[in-house]
């Protein structure tokens, strides 16, 4: 099978194809545009001629079309599915919740499209002011690259297509080379629910020809991107005055007091850590334990991860599957390996299991070796021990990350300390740093990005805000 691009509301032809394989299987399963600068170029043309026509386009229509693209996914959220699967290995429970959440996204960019809205200005508050009427409207920005990682690929690409549709934008969509076929997937959803030909276009091909192309053409208003640090350094580096949003990676941390129920967080932790085999980027990866309970934690931690089950993606037990690529496992094992000759010991996993990287929990590793201090986007997680929350408090914020931190404490003071005190876009308080819904304001501090996702927020960033000033006479 062949896909083709999708530009102006049609497949076209590209000049050159790669195949896409499956990471669990190894086998091809379909071949993918690998477009040119010249291609990338004109999905960009298309999408910038459609921005008066998109701009036109009523609230209530934008919010239609958007809620048809959530009804149409809920009626095929079996097959959407199955392609998450195949081509990112993500297990089908997984899967499945992740087109789920989807839908949500979806609907909520549908509410959004009829909430965007100014303010009343009292320019009297000012002297000089007096006898003027102001207020602010939010106008669409114009065209977005969007530029979307491979970890969630239904989901992430509806944090930026369904609030550039809902603010009145028009879209080029990259989505990651390992998962072109989420995206060519809902752009036909988008094009049978009634969206113009040419409102949204996706472009396959590599991040350093067609996403360097989105980053540097003049007529790309904004880039908002999801992706590894690196890439959305240099990313910044060459988009000159174009908008930009960021959504980085982080080492996600987890503090749990002295008075925390292990029974009942242990399965919620060991879900937090090892989802997706780690690779989300507020997947749990460090989790530092008041030393009063951390022996039991511990125990009842690794016990729970060796059971998970690792297996084919497509089979709805399993509870982890293949790594996006070789050449990531390697990574993975590289620093385990790097951690346990240093000193710090493997509890569980560690190895590979039928080619796949096993559940892996490490004790005893030092702040500076990579598993604690670099993104793992992997499924392994260190624990260590502290002696109070206020030590786990300071070595969360010695990281250069900052998306999302949790605490599990029965003390109120200690949770709203941890609140005022943790650096990093959002506290989660009683509950993983992974916890998150899709209307809520996402997004890091540091190395973590800069902008907020979440519909409404995200509706902020892509749209402009203009002043109007009247002058009741007098002039
Ligand atoms: P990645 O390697 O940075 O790739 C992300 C996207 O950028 C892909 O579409 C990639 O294309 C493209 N790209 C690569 N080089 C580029 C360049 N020079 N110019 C423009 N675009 C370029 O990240 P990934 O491995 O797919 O995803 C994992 C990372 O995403 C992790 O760091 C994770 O934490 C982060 N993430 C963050 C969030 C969040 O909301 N904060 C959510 C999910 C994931 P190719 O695939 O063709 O290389």
Excluded at 300 to 316: H, I, T
């Amino acid at each position: 099978m062949r896909k083709q691009l999708w530009i102006g509301g049609q497949w076209r032809e590209a000049k050159a194809y790669t195949e896409l394989k499956a990471p669990y299987r190894g086998n091809n399963i379909v071949e993918v545009p690998a477009a040119n600068e010249e291609e990338t170029a004109a999905a960009i043309e298309v999408a910038h001629r459609m921005c008066g026509v998109m701009r036109r386009i009523p609230a209530h229509e934008r919010a239609a079309i958007l809620e048809r693209v959530a009804l149409l996914l809920a009626d095929r959220k079996e097959e959407a599915a199955r392609i998450i699967a195949e081509e990112a290995a993500k297990p089908m429970k997984y899967a499945l919740s992740e087109v789920e959440r989807t839908v949500q996204t979806y609907k909520f960019a549908a509410e959004e499209a009829k909430r965007i809205s100014g303010e009343t200005i009292p320019l009297d508050a000012a002297p000089g002011g007096e006898g003027r009427i102001a207020y602010t409207v939010r106008e669409p920005i114009g065209v977005i690259g969007a530029i979307t990682p491979f970890n969630f690929p239904m989901n992430l690409v509806a944090h930026k297509v369904g609030p550039a549709i809902a603010a009145g934008n028009t879209v080029v969509l990259k989505p990651a080379s390992q998962t072109p076929m989420s995206a060519y997937f809902i752009a036909e959803l988008f094009h049978e629910a009634g969206l113009p030909s040419g409102v949204l276009n996706v472009v396959t091909g590599s991040g350093a020809i067609v996403g360097n192309k989105i980053v540097l053409d003049e007529r790309v208003a904004m880039v908002t991107f999801t992706g590894s640090p690196e890439v959305g350094k240099s990313l910044r580096a060459k988009a000159g005055l174009k908008r930009v949003t960021l959504e980085l990676g982080s080492n996600a941390a987890l503090i749990i007091d002295q008075d925390a129920d292990i029974e009942r967080i242990v399965p919620r932790c060991v879900m937090g850590a090892f989802a997706n085999q780690g690779q989300v980027c507020i997947s749990l990866q460090r989790i530092y334990v008041h030393e009063h309970i951390y022996e039991s934690f511990v125990e009842q931690f690794a016990e729970a991860a060796s059971k998970l089950k690792v297996g084919d993606p497509l089979e709805m037990e399993s509870d982890i599957s293949a790594m996006i690529s070789p050449a990531e496992t390697n990574r993975a094992l590289a620093w385990i390996l790097e951690a346990s000759s240093n000193g710090a010991t493997v509890l569980t996993g560690g190895e590979l299991q039928n080619g796949m990287l096993a559940p892996t929990v490490i004790t005893g590793a030092d702040p500076g070796m990579k598993v604690s201090c670099q993104e793992l986007f992997a499924p392994v997680v260190i624990i260590s021990k502290v002696t109070s929350v206020n030590e786990a408090i300071a070595l969360v914020n010695a990281s250069k990350f900052g998306l999302q931190a949790g605490i599990y404490t029965n003390d109120l003071g200690t949770a709203l300390q941890a609140a005022d005190e943790l650096h990093v876009g959002g506290v989660m308080i009683n509950d993983i740093p992974t916890f998150r819904v899709d209307h809520m304001p996402y997004g890091g501090v540091k190395e973590s990005g800069t902008g907020r996702e979440g519909l409404k927020y995200a509706v902020e960033e892509m749209t402009e805000l203009k002043l109007v000033v009247i002058n009741r006479g007098n002039y």
